[in-house]
């Protein structure tokens, strides 16, 4: 009897053991970042004990993270991509590297309570060499294109920033290629910028070396991008109807200065618009328009192809305004913005004998802009709301006259255009 109580019991224990043992649940509490504290971010490292000539120890330092018991420091060669890993229980660990060469360093969080890690943020540094008067120049930081981006192919323009304590980076060298590390060269500029011609389908790997007065050097770190293919870009629509000169009737034309003496034969001839007198007559003066659509505070581009052989007294003008030109007798607007005058001398800083081609290669040549003129020296104009119609338009008009003088064979136009720059 007794034998068979004391198996009950047993039985009973080892049962209780067993339900005890489903009803455990370990959970799983995955370790946060670590906040990194030392060497500081994109600063010289000049604490450490030198060790020897090429090494210093530099104890790495970073913030106790939650939920995690161990950490794993990771230390990058910036210059040769070589790397340490370094396990400590501690928020701290003391490590052998190089002197006089640039790092990266982040810390991986690990819990024995979890399979899961985290990872810090990646801070770079510059361990520091035997002093020097002169600073080495701090890493370059890359701008763009940015780690692991896309770009279309053709013209790239690379971009990053620099600086020195002793504030004297003479120039920098850029390295570009399809491997990691790249090791052509692709120029050595004086500014933070180099346009690079890339191809559709490969991975590009970038980096930048600093070069101060003295000759020192920094090495950044590497970034990656893809060239993609391009897509086309839609070519910008002339706002100007026949603009060709074809006669299509988009044109209004109107004489000015109605007298006796004043008889034109202004038309269009040979795919291009002429100006120009009747036999015999002193004066001509006439004018041709059409309203455009704009948008005010865009930026737009105009050009004109114009030619003439220089004949006496003579000139072309060229506005924009938003008053209609209407039953004018005489003039037309209160400010031109593009004059060309035909004296066969300096006449208010404009005296072309012949010209032929675009008017603003004309007003470099010889002729200036009016002072109140809208476009700068390569046409280009940007239209305020108060410049426009109260319908959003605008009215180009080309003008054309002569003053005791003649017309000679005409002055020619043709291919105008206005387009917006985008």
Known sequence: MKNVYRTAIILFAFTMLLSCGEDTVTEDFPPAKATLSFPENNKDCNEGVVVSDTHSEVTFRWNTAQNAD?????????????????????????????????????????????????????????????????????????????????????????????????????????????????????????????????????????????????????????????????????PSTNLVLDGEMNDTGKWTYKQIMVNSDNAVEHGFENGEYKFIGAAGTTHSNAIIWQEIAVEAGKTYQFDMQARSEGTEGSWLEVYFNKKPIGDIAEEYGEGMDLYIKSFGGDVEGCGNDAFDGSVFDIIKDGCVLPDDSQFDANGNITFNASDLTENGTIFLAIKAGNWNGNFGTGIYIDDVELIEVK
């Open 70 to 234: 161990s950490y794993t420091l990771n230390i990058t060669n910036l210059e040769n991509n070589s790397q340490q890993t370094v396990g400590s229980k501690e928020t701290e660990a003391s490590v052998s590297i190089l002197r006089a060469t640039a790092f990266s360093w982040s810390v991986t969080s690990k819990s024995s309570n979890s399979s899961k890690t985290s990872e810090s943020a990646v801070w770079k540094f510059y361990n520091a060499g035997p002093p020097d008067e002169n600073h080495v120049p701090n890493l370059a930081t890359l701008v763009s294109p940015g780690m692991d981006s896309k770009v279309n192919e053709g013209t790239v323009s690379l971009n990053w920033t620099g600086s020195d304590i002793d504030n004297d980076i003479v120039s920098y060298e850029v390295y570009i290629d399809n491997a990691n590390p790249p090791t052509t060269l692709a120029g050595s500029p004086t500014n933070n910028k180099l346009d690079v011609t890339v191809t559709k389908d490969l991975t590009y790997y970038w980096q930048v070396i600093s070069i101060d007065a003295i000759g020192n050097k920094s090495t950044s770190e590497v970034f990656s991008f893809v060239a993609e293919e391009g897509v086309p870009v839609e």
